[in-house]
């Protein structure tokens, strides 16, 4: 199985696609979030940081969805890391003896 890379530099997120389909500016997210710097937002939509567990949580119950499907594509990903570890894990064990 090919390695997966996760290019931690831009973090993929699916921000920008629930702010808009919900009909929001970043300005009126970053009010609900109560934080006043709303270029956070666009940080976090660009995927150069990181929002908190709790902002995570927020942003899921002001877009009303689940707090995994504003990251599907970053857990896909770490899901693919983690099976290319399982598989040499299980072929390192095929070839221990017992």
């Known amino acids: 199985m090919k390695e997966v ?11 920008r696609k629930f ?3 919900s009909g929001y500016t970043q300005k ?3 009010f609900f979030l109560g934080i006043e710097n709303a270029g956070m937002i666009s940080c976090w ?11 995570i949580f927020r942003l899921a119950a002001i877009y009303h969805t689940m707090a995994d499907a504003l990251y599907i594509d970053l857990i ?8 290319v ?3 040499r894990l299980e072929a390192r064990r095929e070839l221990l003896p017992e």
């Open 5 to 15: 890379k996760t290019d931690y530099k831009r973090i993929p997120n699916s921000l």
């Open 19 to 21: 702010r808009k389909m």
């Open 28 to 30: 009126q997210v970053a």
């Open 45 to 55: 939509e660009n995927g150069a940081r990181f929002p908190s567990p709790v902002n």
């Open 76 to 83: 896909r990903t770490v899901r693919r890391e983690i099976q």
């Open 85 to 87: 570890r399982r598989d």
